[in-house]
């Protein structure tokens, strides 16, 4: 619990405590001191912080409280409004708690960012700080580096990590004439490039920015306590007034709004959310505010990413096409041995593939690899060559023809990425990458949509083509691709200022805007998440977005025995009330009748933290 929001609770309590004892043995008088100086002591923070969220606009549930703490001061019986301090700190200390602390990957992001870059001037290279570089600057990264601005290759040919911006694992071609974003990784040979824009206008940048400005922008959730405050505090005013016009005694008053303090508000909503939390958290969903998991069961409007939340995330073998002279087991066989000995993300699926079908791989001679275009080398006695078309056709002419028929049969794949296998000079065939689906993940929308989610939309940096045959076999109602991620955000944000209440589950560097902009980011982030769980309300730390139904449940249920306690501890506040204004019930009796209901409805909003809840989840 954060020290400072326990300070003032603690101090009220010692008050009330300290003036007990007083009374109890020594002189009544000097308790009442005791009371009073902590009543102004614990009493006037509280009040200057309500009376600023008055002036702000903000109607929220603490502001009875603070009317029965001026009251009890001014009418100078202390002990009622330090007990109506020590609830409504308490409670406002808990929600700290439960909000827990905020992360540093914003911060995080613009350290991993390059400080430095490599101009070519003339005839020689010289390292210079990335903001120096300008628009017309002849660049060169080398393998393994950040892309640190925007531009167009000149010269060179290597493989580019595009995941940092698109989420796609698949890594793009770089080539003379290919346009180079900031935040892409080079991973193979130096590339030569002209700086098109200075490194803080580059696409790197702007998600930075993007991210603070959907924080700074997003509007504020309402808490679940302070919509009820809208309607409870005009009541409680209401007979306030008419005690007084019927009596005229101040005390009535004063014992009105300490019965009417919105302790089942200021308390019940936080001790359920805390056990919602804790509850989520034994699922690995961890919600990174109350309101969070007060909102999410609210949202009815469901975005998706989709490489690496709805896929695997990685490249994958996805076929294996061959001519009459080869079998599917010799080719992977073959190219995986190859291929064992390559650093090339794309390496790695046809090792896979080859141990999944043959076991161990033999040990090729005479390797070399020609950076960015492929491997070749010898494997039990054959010469085999894995890599792109162009090298093929270049180290064998002659198989052009071959290359062309078999890429014909096969033109409902011509968009995918590829490599091809030559084997003594004749083509033995192509492998297929493709990032695919997570196993029984159509199902989470059909439950989505059980759920009452009434529109699903599918966003993705990959190819629009891919991304709409995904969505239709996903069911999903709409679906956009080739999106960076300020397009993520345009659309995300079209859909919340259009009046929905969008949640948006993501788990790349790329979705962290979109995610902020929604009413609810949820993010999918088993290896820890980075800027995308600082920009998300829900984090999921683990690798399955099938949590995500969890983490509507958690919400839902605690909604629903939050909604209940408060109900039920308003129902019996306003009765209070009515026996405090026909003079009954008198403040100080007031004050512990209240805690009594306080305790009734902590002990019902205990039940959010249970390991069942209802079999089916309440509506909200």
């Given at each position: 619990?954060n020290?400072?929001?326990a300070?003032?609770p603690?101090a009220?309590?010692l008050a009330?405590l300290?003036g007990v004892a007083?009374?109890?043995?020594g002189?009544p008088?000097v308790?009442?001191?005791?009371?009073?100086?902590g009543?102004l002591l614990t009493?006037?923070p509280v009040?200057?912080?309500t009376?600023?969220g008055?002036?702000?606009?903000k109607?929220a549930?603490d502001?009875?409280?603070?009317?029965a703490i001026l009251?009890?001061?001014?009418?100078?019986?202390?002990?009622p409004g330090?007990?109506?301090v020590l609830?409504?700190?308490?409670?406002?200390?808990?929600?700290r708690?439960a909000?827990?602390?905020a992360s540093?990957?914003?911060?995080?992001?613009?350290e991993?960012?390059?400080?430095?870059?490599?101009?070519?001037?003339g005839?020689h290279e010289e390292?210079?700080s990335?903001s120096?570089?300008?628009a017309g600057?002849?660049?060169?990264?080398?393998p393994?580096?950040?892309i640190?601005?925007?531009?167009t290759?000149?010269?060179?040919r290597s493989h580019?990590?595009?995941?940092a911006?698109?989420?796609?694992?698949?890594p793009r071609?770089a080539e003379?004439?290919?346009?180079?974003?900031?935040?892409?990784?080079n991973?193979e040979?130096p590339?030569l490039?002209r700086?098109?824009?200075?490194a803080?206008?580059?696409?790197?940048?702007?998600i930075?920015?993007?991210?603070?400005?959907a924080q700074?922008?997003?509007?504020p959730?309402?808490r679940?306590?302070?919509?009820?405050a809208v309607?409870?505090?005009p009541v409680t005013?209401?007979?306030?007034?008419?005690?007084?016009?019927?009596?005229g005694?101040?005390?009535?008053v004063?014992?009105v709004?300490?019965?009417a303090?919105?302790?089942?508000?200021?308390l019940?909503?936080?001790?359920?959310?805390?056990g919602?939390i804790?509850?989520?958290a034994r699922?690995?969903?961890?919600?990174r505010s109350?309101?969070?998991?007060?909102?999410?069961?609210r949202?009815?409007?469901?975005?998706f990413?989709?490489t690496?939340?709805?896929t695997v995330?990685?490249p994958?073998v996805?076929?294996?096409?061959?001519?009459?002279?080869?079998?599917t087991?010799?080719?992977l066989r073959?190219?995986?041995a190859l291929?064992?000995?390559?650093?090339?993300?794309l390496?790695?699926?046809?090792?896979?593939?080859?141990?999944?079908?043959?076991?161990?791989?033999?040990t090729?001679?005479?390797?070399v690899?020609?950076?960015?275009?492929?491997v070749?080398?010898t494997?039990?006695?054959?010469?085999?060559?894995?890599?792109?078309?162009?090298l093929?056709?270049?180290r064998h002419?002659?198989?052009?023809?071959?290359l062309?028929?078999?890429?014909?049969?096969?033109?409902?794949?011509?968009?995918?990425?590829r490599a091809?296998v030559?084997?003594d000079?004749?083509?033995a065939?192509i492998?297929?990458?493709?990032?695919?689906?997570r196993s029984?993940i159509?199902?989470?929308i059909?439950?989505?949509?059980?759920a009452?989610?009434?529109?699903?939309?599918?966003?993705s940096?990959d190819?629009s083509?891919?991304?709409?045959?995904i969505?239709?076999?996903?069911?999903?109602?709409?679906?956009?691709g080739d999106?960076?991620?300020?397009d993520?955000?345009?659309?995300v944000?079209?859909?919340v200022?259009?009046?929905?209440?969008?949640?948006?589950?993501g788990d790349?560097?790329n979705?962290?805007?979109?995610?902020?902009?929604a009413?609810v980011g949820?993010?999918?982030?088993?290896?820890?998440?980075?800027i995308?769980?600082?920009?998300?309300?829900?984090?999921i730390l683990?690798?399955?977005?099938?949590r995500l139904l969890?983490?509507?449940?958690?919400s839902?249920w605690?909604?629903?025995?939050?909604?209940?306690?408060?109900?039920?501890g308003?129902?019996?506040?306003?009765?209070g009330?009515?026996f405090a204004?026909a003079?009954?019930i008198?403040p100080t009796?007031?004050a512990?009748l209240q805690?009594?209901i306080?305790?009734?409805v902590?002990?019902?909003?205990?039940?959010a933290?249970?390991?069942?809840?209802?079999r089916?989840t309440?509506s909200?």
């Amino acid at each position: 619990m954060n020290r400072q929001a326990a300070v003032i609770p603690a101090a009220a309590l010692l008050a009330i405590l300290g003036g007990v004892a007083v009374r109890l043995y020594g002189d009544p008088a000097v308790a009442h001191l005791v009371w009073m100086a902590g009543l102004l002591l614990t009493g006037i923070p509280v009040v200057i912080r309500t009376l600023r969220g008055v002036f702000r606009g903000k109607f929220a549930a603490d502001l009875v409280a603070m009317l029965a703490i001026l009251t009890a001061a001014l009418l100078t019986t202390p002990l009622p409004g330090l007990i109506v301090v020590l609830m409504q700190t308490g409670g406002e200390a808990l929600e700290r708690y439960a909000e827990g602390r905020a992360s540093e990957a914003v911060r995080a992001l613009e350290e991993a960012a390059p400080r430095l870059a490599h101009r070519i001037s003339g005839d020689h290279e010289e390292e210079v700080s990335v903001s120096a570089i300008v628009a017309g600057d002849m660049l060169i990264v080398r393998p393994g580096d950040m892309i640190p601005c925007d531009g167009t290759v000149v010269k060179g040919r290597s493989h580019l990590d595009t995941a940092a911006l698109t989420g796609e694992p698949i890594p793009r071609l770089a080539e003379p004439g290919v346009a180079l974003m900031s935040g892409m990784a080079n991973l193979e040979g130096p590339l030569l490039f002209r700086a098109t824009a200075p490194a803080a206008q580059s696409q790197y940048a702007r998600i930075v920015e993007l991210v603070r400005h959907a924080q700074q922008s997003k509007a504020p959730m309402q808490r679940l306590a302070d919509r009820y405050a809208v309607w409870f505090t005009p009541v409680t005013l209401a007979v306030c007034a008419a005690a007084w016009l019927a009596s005229g005694d101040t005390q009535r008053v004063l014992a009105v709004l300490v019965v009417a303090t919105p302790c089942p508000l200021i308390l019940a909503v936080p001790v359920a959310v805390i056990g919602g939390i804790n509850r989520a958290a034994r699922r690995q969903v961890i919600f990174r505010s109350g309101v969070a998991l007060e909102e999410l069961g609210r949202t009815t409007v469901a975005v998706f990413d989709k490489t690496g939340t709805l896929t695997v995330g990685r490249p994958e073998v996805s076929a294996v096409w061959t001519t009459a002279a080869f079998a599917t087991a010799d080719v992977l066989r073959m190219a995986g041995a190859l291929e064992n000995t390559s650093g090339h993300l794309l390496a790695r699926p046809v090792v896979s593939a080859a141990r999944a079908i043959g076991g161990d791989l033999p040990t090729p001679t005479e390797v070399v690899e020609t950076a960015g275009r492929g491997v070749e080398g010898t494997v039990e006695g054959r010469r085999v060559l894995v890599g792109a078309a162009s090298l093929l056709r270049e180290r064998h002419p002659g198989i052009v023809t071959e290359l062309d028929a078999l890429e014909q049969d096969h033109r409902s794949a011509a968009g995918a990425v590829r490599a091809f296998v030559a084997v003594d000079g004749a083509l033995a065939g192509i492998i297929i990458y493709a990032d695919a689906l997570r196993s029984g993940i159509e199902h989470l929308i059909v439950h989505l949509r059980a759920a009452g989610f009434q529109r699903t939309v599918l966003l993705s940096g990959d190819s629009s083509a891919n991304t709409r045959a995904i969505a239709a076999q996903l069911g999903f109602d709409e679906a956009r691709g080739d999106l960076l991620p300020e397009d993520k955000v345009s659309v995300v944000h079209a859909l919340v200022a259009g009046g929905s209440k969008v949640m948006m589950l993501g788990d790349g560097t790329n979705d962290a805007p979109a995610l902020s902009t929604a009413t609810v980011g949820v993010a999918l982030a088993s290896g820890g998440g980075g800027i995308t769980a600082e920009a998300a309300d829900v984090v999921i730390l683990a690798d399955d977005p099938h949590r995500l139904l969890d983490a509507i449940e958690f919400s839902r249920w605690t909604a629903y025995i939050a909604r209940q306690s408060v109900l039920v501890g308003l129902g019996l506040s306003s009765v209070g009330m009515l026996f405090a204004a026909a003079g009954f019930i008198p403040p100080t009796a007031g004050a512990l009748l209240q805690e009594g209901i306080d305790v009734a409805v902590i002990l019902n909003a205990l039940r959010a933290a249970g390991l069942r809840g209802p079999r089916q989840t309440p509506s909200t």
